[in-house]
Nanobody, 122 residues
Framework: VQLQASGGGLVQRGGSLRLSCAAS?????????MDWYRQAPGKPRNLVASITNFGDSNYSDSVKGRFTISRDNAKKSIFLQMNSLTPEDTAVYYC????????????????WGQGTQVTVSS
């Protein structure tokens, strides 16, 4: 199972970006909660937003009201619409799948994407 994140880039303060993350691999039956994390240089990786397979979402206080997480279960994908970006949002953004159930498996897998760089200039 692989998670491929994309959509990062360089944007000015106040700008917007949309991140995408797609899961690929044979025999994926379902994926439960998926998340976006971010890690700035010299800082720990922090949870930004989560979404369940039913569409319930949660956000960190630092992005609430500016970021929107969404999901397309049929495409095994999640998205992060980021608006009103500030330099404090500069980080590598990682997508994460908490439980990936493969057909016939007795236990789920956990999976991380490779990260996509978001840089916000002032």
């Amino acid at each position: 199972v692989q998670l491929q994140a994309s959509g990062g880039g360089l944007v000015q303060r106040g700008g917007s970006l949309r991140l995408s993350c797609a899961a690929s691999g044979d025999d994926i039956y379902s994926i439960t909660t998926m998340d976006w994390y971010r890690q700035a240089p010299g800082k720990p990786r922090n949870l930004v937003a989560s979404i369940t397979n039913f569409g319930d979402s949660n956000y960190s206080d630092s992005v609430k009201g500016r970021f929107t997480i969404s999901r397309d279960n049929a495409k095994k994908s999640i998205f992060l619409q980021m608006n009103s970006l500030t330099p404090e949002d500069t980080a590598v953004y990682y997508c994460h799948a908490r439980e990936v159930w493969l057909r016939g498996a007795y236990s789920p897998l956990e999976s991380w994407g490779q990260g996509t760089q978001v840089t916000v200039s002032s």
